[in-house]
């Protein structure tokens, strides 16, 4: 399985959602510079389960074990190597789904790829489970990033039909983003986030879910970060961000509400601003040929409906070759694009550090 990505930060992940422990390893970070746990480790409650009744009930602290790379609190400059042990397992929730397939989920896939021997409790290695060592990676370069001025945070766009406020995609406000951070609907819109909490008590009481779409924003950015056709930034990201699971589409700036309207009316004119060359609109996402042009990365991210739901469901049996019904038992987000802002957050940083070290390699 391929669980690695970079090129001068290379992110490693490993284990299985059931399994002892989950991890990952980060080669390449720069050495000497202290991180601060304890913010570390709110990042990384954002994302974890069991924080309240809108989330899956499944309990951990999700607290990292540095085996390497972290010496007193600073990057030593030899890999970080950490480990978060799973410590509320329930496999025999997962049973039946050895033999009857979740639809829409990885069950079927994985068999078929791998064998039946393959570890699917819980999802596995495909599991939601494995984006905790993304987020301490992620939270790591968060703070690497932010010493440089650059600023990453993120806010739920959407939340099946119910969407936030808009943001300024050329002067967005970063301080109202950051604010939302810790709630547990990452809107602005405080009216927004009542009716979410709404629609996923509704949904989680029918045994049912929904999707949403995360939006981020990453400010500071350098003009001419990046590289033209198959390296630029998009292309990048999204290798990443596809390798979250639920994730079913990226777009940037604009995004494919750009694809019916009229290029005289979402071309960024160029202006001069205090000697400072512009743009007055930023549909381009602040990515023009795959390079960063100045202006606020913008990202939009689709996240699919939890495909573990409590309603019947028509599906297969393996064994026995023959269609059949599934009822899934355990514990399940009803949104699970609620805890993908973190995540998301996480991958776009490690991405833009890695782009940076890139930078860094060819002036030395």
């Given at each position: 399985m391929s669980s690695s990505f970079g090129?001068?930060?290379q992110v490693s992940t490993f284990g299985a959602s059931h399994g002892y422990a989950i991890g990952g390893v980060v080669d390449g970070l720069p050495c000497g510079h202290t991180i601060d746990i304890e913010e570390l480790q709110r990042f990384l409650k954002r994302r974890a389960p069991g924080?309240?009744?809108?989330?899956?009930?499944?309990k951990e602290a999700d607290v990292p074990e540095f085996l390497s790379g972290l010496v007193d609190g600073m990057l030593s400059g030899s890999p970080l190597a950490f480990m978060i042990r799973n410590t509320s397992q329930h496999s025999s929730d997962?049973?039946?789904l050895r033999d009857i397939p979740r639809p829409s989920h990885a069950d079927f896939t994985a068999r078929m790829r791998y064998g039946d021997k393959v570890d699917m409790?819980?999802?596995?290695?495909?599991s939601a489970r494995l984006t905790a060592p993304l987020c301490v990676a992620g939270g790591i370069a968060l703070q690497l990033l932010r010493e440089k001025g650059i600023h990453i945070h993120g806010h739920l766009k959407q939340v099946g039909p119910i969407t936030d406020a808009p943001?300024?995609?050329v002067n967005p406000d970063m301080?109202?983003?950051?604010?939302?951070a810790e709630e547990p609907i990452a809107m602005i819109d405080s009216e927004q986030r009542q009716a979410v909490e709404a629609l996923v008590m509704n949904l989680k009481k029918?045994?049912?879910?929904?999707?949403?779409?995360?939006?981020?924003?990453?400010t500071g950015l350098p003009i001419g970060l990046g590289n033209p056709n198959f390296d630029g930034i998009e292309n990048r990201l999204a290798r990443v961000i596809f390798g979250v699971p639920a994730i079913k589409g990226i777009s940037f700036g604009g995004g494919f509400d750009m694809c019916s309207a009229f290029g005289s009316d979402v071309n960024d004119a160029f202006t001069m601003d205090n000697g400072r060359i512009t743009t007055t609109t930023n549909y381009s996402g602040g990515i023009q040929g795959g390079i960063t042009n100045g202006l606020p990365l913008i990202m939009q991210v689709g996240i699919k409906p939890t495909p573990?739901?409590?309603?019947?469901?028509?599906?297969?049996?393996l064994s026995q070759q023959e269609d059949t019904m599934l009822v899934i038992k355990g514990r399940h987000d009803p949104c699970v694009a609620l805890r993908a802002v973190p995540v998301i957050e996480a991958v776009t940083a490690l991405v833009i550090l890695d782009f940076l070290g890139d930078i860094d390699h060819e002036l030395r």
């Amino acid at each position: 399985m391929s669980s690695s990505f970079g090129k001068t930060i290379q992110v490693s992940t490993f284990g299985a959602s059931h399994g002892y422990a989950i991890g990952g390893v980060v080669d390449g970070l720069p050495c000497g510079h202290t991180i601060d746990i304890e913010e570390l480790q709110r990042f990384l409650k954002r994302r974890a389960p069991g924080q309240n009744q809108l989330q899956t009930q499944r309990k951990e602290a999700d607290v990292p074990e540095f085996l390497s790379g972290l010496v007193d609190g600073m990057l030593s400059g030899s890999p970080l190597a950490f480990m978060i042990r799973n410590t509320s397992q329930h496999s025999s929730d997962y049973n039946n789904l050895r033999d009857i397939p979740r639809p829409s989920h990885a069950d079927f896939t994985a068999r078929m790829r791998y064998g039946d021997k393959v570890d699917m409790r819980g999802g596995g290695h495909f599991s939601a489970r494995l984006t905790a060592p993304l987020c301490v990676a992620g939270g790591i370069a968060l703070q690497l990033l932010r010493e440089k001025g650059i600023h990453i945070h993120g806010h739920l766009k959407q939340v099946g039909p119910i969407t936030d406020a808009p943001i300024d995609m050329v002067n967005p406000d970063m301080k109202a983003l950051a604010a939302i951070a810790e709630e547990p609907i990452a809107m602005i819109d405080s009216e927004q986030r009542q009716a979410v909490e709404a629609l996923v008590m509704n949904l989680k009481k029918d045994g049912n879910s929904t999707g949403g779409i995360v939006e981020v924003v990453a400010t500071g950015l350098p003009i001419g970060l990046g590289n033209p056709n198959f390296d630029g930034i998009e292309n990048r990201l999204a290798r990443v961000i596809f390798g979250v699971p639920a994730i079913k589409g990226i777009s940037f700036g604009g995004g494919f509400d750009m694809c019916s309207a009229f290029g005289s009316d979402v071309n960024d004119a160029f202006t001069m601003d205090n000697g400072r060359i512009t743009t007055t609109t930023n549909y381009s996402g602040g990515i023009q040929g795959g390079i960063t042009n100045g202006l606020p990365l913008i990202m939009q991210v689709g996240i699919k409906p939890t495909p573990s739901i409590y309603k019947e469901q028509h599906s297969v049996s393996l064994s026995q070759q023959e269609d059949t019904m599934l009822v899934i038992k355990g514990r399940h987000d009803p949104c699970v694009a609620l805890r993908a802002v973190p995540v998301i957050e996480a991958v776009t940083a490690l991405v833009i550090l890695d782009f940076l070290g890139d930078i860094d390699h060819e002036l030395r």
